[in-house]
């Protein structure tokens, strides 16, 4: 069975435009469940991330938080933030990060530790080990990774 990836459908990771069109919803749907059908033929059950999961930690991150209705944040066509959401990128040594940044005074930062403290449950019960920093500026951020072996 091939990967998400290979399906077409780009999860939003927070650093494009807000996504929409008519058919996403379905798309969305029907790559989330493709990945625990995945699951649960690679890895016999669906908390637990599958290998492809795993070579593209940042993809599958920004599906399952996307597939549980979090917003992705946004940017505009000359780059600015233009909405409130989950921010996902690439870390260090295989490690995810997710941030909740929004436009100048959209009030992210007053909310962003009780949307990521949401995001690492919603995370969690896929399988990711998830930890809440402080980063600079005093901004909170989630180091996501795959889970250790033995739990």
Excluded: K
């Excluded at 469940?33 to 920004?62: F, K, N």
């Excluded at 949307?115 to 180091?143: F, I, S």
Aim: hydrophobic residues 35%; proline residues 10%.
């Amino acid at each position: 069975m091939a990967d998400p990836q290979e399906w077409g459908f780009e999860p939003a990771t927070g650093d494009g435009p807000q996504p929409s069109g008519a058919g996403r919803d379905v798309e969305l749907r029907t790559a989330y469940e493709g990945m625990v059908q995945i699951r649960r033929l690679l890895t016999g059950g669906v908390c637990a991330p599958a290998p492809w999961e795993l070579r593209r930690a940042p993809r599958a991150v920004a599906l399952v938080l996307e597939a549980a209705g979090f917003p992705p944040s946004a940017v505009d066509a000359d780059g600015r933030r233009s909405r409130t959401g989950y921010r996902v990128s690439a870390g260090t040594d295989g490690l995810v990060e997710v941030g909740w940044p929004g436009p100048p005074g959209s009030g992210a930062a007053r909310e962003e530790q009780e949307r990521l403290t949401a995001c690492a449950a919603e995370l969690e019960r896929h399988g990711w080990d998830c930890l809440l920093y402080r980063g600079p500026r005093g901004r909170r951020y989630l180091e996501v990774r795959a889970p250790h072996p033995g739990g």
